[in-house]
């Protein structure tokens, strides 16, 4: 991530909202349809005669998106412009579907933290979150929480361990934390808890680098 | 996951598919039209001024599907019932947009692995699929690889490395294989390649225990 002008918790108060909330803007209104559409599928009757209509409808609606779509390059110029706060990844963005999304905040302490509630296309042992989506998620949280402190990279290894089932249905608090700077490794720790409870925790290894933003 | 009838390398033959590969049916057609449908909302041009009319006509198809489902914990008893292969979870589930979906195959050899190209929802780095992705997608295609091999559980650790970036766009491997069972605990390794280089490499620890299913 290009730090440029991104907060930190040296610049910043308590509360500072870090991902990009969801806005009353035509795309973040049709993305939140595009997710409740996905997991109305996943729940609806198999035997809904309407399906093969809907499925018509849904690619119309696919195809007309696509015809005013520009080349993938220039798009993801455009994706990746601005200050450094993107819209589009799968786990705070409200341009991405596929996110629940998770909002994240920086606190006075260092930390950064979100609460999000999952539901059904986030399902891996019945009735419980996938333990690969905890991983998505606490992935994500630890390089939010390195941009709070004011020094990012990529994710060089991720160490995850699963202490409880993560309940579907209930409100999860995602946290992450960097612990220490040593060169460019950087390390940084999080959790997901669940009624107070911790049911996945996180070490990451970071490395001070870059891939380039395209232009 | 209950093995049941789960094909395992000792009664099944190399290449067998061991994930539900997407089928010509109208909740396969209509989940691959959600899955263009989100990817197009991520391409397509900002400043479109129908985008107010899609978010309209995805909210009247979300209420349709809606208003035909039965009730979650109903339809949660569907979702788990059969012979051990499901087709909703958020990795290989054709009937789960979310997925890009990858399909494994059991080899001879007792490892598990597939071929997926990942596009703009999975991104991370610009161009690069992000690292809670690849996390994602190894956690589940080890899980499959316990299977194969005849003993699974639920994930108590994952060790995730990233070697170098992992690309958009481009055709990946994923493989698993189950390395050891010593009393309950699993150890199970797989990685994530292109064009012949690892690019991701895991370990994972399973532990010999399930989540009920529910009836």
Known sequence: MDLGNHPTVESHSDGT????????????????????????????DRANANLERVAEELNGIAEHLEQHA???????????????????????????????????????DGSVRGEVTLTIPYQGPPGCVHGGVSALLLDHTLGVANAWAGKDGMTAQLNVRYHRPTPL??????????????????????????????????????????????R
């Open 17 to 44: 909202v870090l991902t990009s909330a969801p806005q009353d803007t035509p795309v973040d209104r049709a993305t939140a349809a595009a997710r409740r559409v996905l997991e109305a599928l996943l729940l609806t």
């Open 70 to 108: 520009p080349e993938v390059r220039e798009r993801m110029v455009d994706m990746w412009s601005g200050e450094g706060v993107t819209r589009h990844d799968p786990v705070t963005g409200p341009e991405n579907a596929i996110a629940p999304p998770l909002v994240l905040a920086g606190m006075a």
């Open 169 to 214: 249905f209930r409100p999860l608090t995602v946290q992450g934390r960097q612990e220490s700077v040593d060169g460019r490794k950087i390390h940084t720790i999080g959790s997901i808890t669940a009624d107070g409870e911790v049911c996945v925790s996180v070490e990451g290894l970071f490395i001070d680098k870059k891939v380039p933003r395209p």
